[in-house]
């Protein structure tokens, strides 16, 4: 799945577009198909991974403007990949949005306590992820730009 991604991220765009690349990792192909399409329907290059480590891998090769994350995968889950992102000096400023199926406050506060920036449950409202993906990429062009404090 990541590889026509990756040949997706060549394909021209408009002149002045900032080109943003989203990871999502999710052990469900069905959720990463859902995630895919409704990014990429709005622009969006979505590379994929069904574990943990590939997550990372994908993350430090790729660089993306956003990490969308399931809790409950394989090699490593979704709450020690978002604090491996955030203490990484090179990626900690990279979103990272929780999907998950584990509704607790408990699960929320670790998830905040990792530093997830968002904490979303499944089943999940395509819609409302993209609007929460645009949110993330706002915020970070803006700080970027000088227009939001760290």
Same mark, same amino acid.
């Given at each position: 799945?990541?590889?026509? +991604?990756? !040949?997706?991220?060549?394909?021209? $765009?408009?002149? %002045?577009?900032? /080109? $943003?690349?989203?990871?999502? #990792?999710? &052990?469900?192909v069905?959720?990463?198909?859902? @995630? ?5 329907? /709005?622009?969006? +290059?979505?590379?994929? #991974?069904?574990? %943990? !480590? ?7 090769? /790729?660089?993306? +403007?956003?990490? @969308?994350l ?11 990949v978002?604090?491996? @992102? ?10 990272? @949005?929780?999907?998950? #199926? $584990?509704? !607790?406050?408990?699960?929320? $506060?670790? %998830?905040?306590?990792?530093?997830? &920036? ?8 395509? !819609?409302?992820?993209? &609007? ?14 000088? %227009?939001?404090?760290?």
């Open positions: 799945m990541a590889q026509s +991604s990756v !040949q997706n991220m060549t394909e021209p $765009r408009p002149e %002045g577009t900032p /080109h $943003r690349v989203v990871v999502a #990792a999710d &052990d469900d069905d959720t990463l198909n859902v @995630i895919k399409l409704k990014l990429e329907a /709005h622009g969006l +290059s979505v590379l994929t #991974a069904r574990d %943990g !480590q590939e997550a990372m891998l994908v993350v430090r090769r /790729h660089r993306p +403007s956003l990490v @969308i399931d809790i409950m995968m394989p090699r490593l889950n979704g709450f020690q978002a604090r491996m @992102i955030k203490f990484d000096k090179t990626l900690k400023s990279i979103p990272v @949005i929780l999907l998950t #199926a $584990r509704t !607790q406050a408990a699960d929320r $506060r670790l %998830g905040m306590q990792v530093g997830a &920036d968002e904490y979303l449950t499944k089943p999940f409202d395509p !819609q409302q992820l993209l &609007d929460r993906v645009t949110y993330w990429l706002k915020f970070c062009q803006a700080q970027a730009a000088g %227009g939001i404090a760290d």
